[in-house]
């Protein structure tokens, strides 16, 4: 019973996270924040970052080892790359007008 009282006060805590910068956030934050990434992978963001620079778009996160398209997918919403919040995550589709 004290497991399901626990729960459901940590439950709106979980699906309320805030968007995380991806851009700005430590390893902690960024593994606490995704789905699918942990420490490592989240070690591993903050390493590709350091080396090459901010990310622009979530499909430089794909550049990161251990990262894919799925990974991405599942986090799309809650990835930001600025500290303005209202800014989408930038998808990096190809418009007909520029083929």
């Known amino acids: 019973m004290k497991n399901l009282f ?4 940590l439950l709106p ?4 996270a805030a968007p ?7 390893a902690e934050t960024i593994s606490g924040a995704l789905e699918g990434i942990g420490p490592k992978k989240a070690q591993a963001i903050i390493q590709y970052r350091t080396e090459h620079g901010n990310f622009e778009s ?9 990262i894919g398209e799925k990974t991405i997918k599942a986090n799309e919403k809650d ?16 418009s007909k007008e520029a083929k």
């Open 58 to 66: 979530l499909k430089d996160l794909e550049n990161v080892n251990g």
């Open 79 to 94: 990835i930001i790359f600025s500290d303005n919040s209202s800014e989408k995550p930038k998808s990096e589709k190809v």
């Open 13 to 16: 805590l979980v699906v309320s």
């Open 20 to 26: 995380v910068n991806i851009n700005q956030a430590d």
């Open 6 to 9: 626990l729960i459901l006060i």
